[in-house]
């Protein structure tokens, strides 16, 4: 699976977008770019997930850029629930684990 | 709440000692798997069972082993633990072996003292 760089931390005001960068630029074709986030010692909990399409869900929206070197995840309102350790990561649909690197420590302030 | 159930919450041993972590993966999910979490290490892979039958081993030390049950749920096997075995250990669980969500229970805390 492909390395994905993060920065170790960032900071977003309460009710602001929360832009969370990933590169990736060894990503093959057919690896796929997930988000999960971690919040103080909880388990992991997914976020969303995409290949070449940008993606929105509920919870947050998934932009890739045309080479697939890099995405971002976007908290449109960040709230301070959403402070929290966000993983990037980059496996293939059939791969058999998902490898966490260090993350991002996103802190929300009021 | 992701329907992933861990036992038990908490669990405080002596070195030397064995221990048995429980994982109970969401309803109709054919997939579990294992991870460590020290403070040093960040979230280490250990291993995956597919529907009862080992698919993948990350690093997964000898003397831990798991396995899963013909009810899917799963044990997490630690023995002669050291020092260094204190951390959280998550399970998590897919429906299928390539798990494109994997849905993660709370953790295990263990303190080898």
């Known amino acids: 699976d492909a390395k994905t760089t993060q920065p170790p931390s960032m900071d977003c005001a309460e009710g602001r977008a929360a832009n969370l960068p990933c590169n990736h630029s060894?990503?093959?074709?057919?690896?796929?770019v997930y988000w999960y986030r971690q919040i103080h010692s909880q388990g992991p909990q997914y976020i969303i997930h995409?290949?070449?399409n940008n993606e929105t869900n509920e919870m947050a929206s998934l932009i890739i850029t045309e080479d697939r070197k890099s995405s971002t995840l976007i908290l449109p309102h960040a709230t301070l629930r959403d402070t929290a350790v966000y993983y990037c990561?980059?496996?293939?649909?059939?791969?058999?684990?998902?490898?966490f690197g260090t993350g991002t420590s996103l802190t929300v302030i009021p | 709440d992701s329907g992933v159930t861990q036992t038990p919450k908490h669990l405080i041993t002596a070195t030397g000692q064995r221990v048995t972590l429980r994982c109970s993966p969401r309803?109709?999910?054919?997939?579990v798997y294992w991870y460590q979490q020290s403070l040093d290490q960040g979230l280490q892979f250990l291993i995956q069972?597919?529907?009862?039958?080992?698919?993948a081993k990350g690093n997964i030390l000898e003397r831990f082993s798991a396995q899963q049950f013909p009810d899917l749920h799963s044990e997490l096997n630690l023995s002669s633990l050291e020092l260094g075995d204190s951390a959280l250990y998550f399970c998590?669980?897919?429906?299928?072996?390539?798990?494109?969500?994997?849905?993660f229970g709370q953790g295990t805390r263990l303190t080898v003292v």
């Open positions: 069972y597919y529907n009862g039958e080992e698919r």
């Open positions: 309803s109709g999910d054919l997939s």
């Open positions: 060894t990503i093959s074709g057919n690896e796929y």
């Open positions: 990561i980059v496996r293939v649909q059939t791969g058999n684990q998902f490898y």
């Open positions: 995409g290949l070449k």
């Open positions: 998590a669980s897919s429906v299928e072996g390539q798990g494109l969500e994997a849905f």
